[in-house]
């Protein structure tokens, strides 16, 4: 806290894909960015927390069992919590996330891509 | 939930200013989106809730007691909880906050433009 934070200079940080950095806290949330390509995303749920993706730059499908959408930049879609859901991103899409400090980003799945712990931007 | 949201959409909806709307929820926590013109914010202190502002359009002044930082488009700044502070837009200015559901927007202070309670688009 306490600092003006630029989201393009964040993802000029970094170049990792799926991997969610940390560039501030609140109220026991986090604000996290992140690079996705690639349909690497597992089916996964997060039983306790609702997340949102706020598209910064391309497309991202996100799916549900029984649904699509699709978010273009300037879009946020939120997924309740307890739906079983994955994201497609449609080529390169950085993405901001709004969710609870300490979620589990696969949710209880593990996947190549599952990170234990987010890194945190020096913003 | 359940729908994509398009932030400039949601700016077309209303025209008035220092009255946020609320256009997401989750987690506990409202997404709002407002519109502010001219010297009207007094200072107030949130004792416990984190107050986000980002900027969607526009140039905005945070001031704290001891440091005024100015946002720019694209830029967020998160007030800590306790920190007594005001905001000046420079011109006008479009804004998405990310706060508790239930925060009193000019904290226990009231004025022209406090509101009871926030509205909510039917985005």
């Keep these: 806290m306490g600092k003006v934070v630029n989201i393009s200079q964040c993802f000029k940080?970094?170049?990792?894909?799926?991997?969610?950095k940390i560039i501030g806290e609140l109220n026991g949330q986090y604000i996290l960015v992140v690079r996705c390509e690639g349909d690497k995303v597992p089916w996964h749920t997060?039983?306790?927390?609702?997340?949102?993706?706020?598209v910064i730059e391309g497309v991202l499908d996100v799916l549900e069992k029984d649904k699509k959408v699709t978010v273009n930049s300037g879009e946020f879609y939120i997924v309740s919590r307890g739906t079983e859901h994955r994201v497609v991103p449609q080529g390169l899409v950085k993405l901001m996330l709004f969710e609870p400090a300490g979620?589990?980003?696969t949710g209880e799945v593990r996947t190549e891509i599952t990170k234990k712990k987010f890194d945190r931007l020096d913003v």
Tied chains: 1, 2.
């Design 13 to 20: 940080m970094f170049s990792d894909t799926f991997s969610p």
């Design 46 to 54: 997060h039983e306790n927390e609702d997340e949102m993706f706020f």
């Design 103 to 105: 979620i589990a980003h």
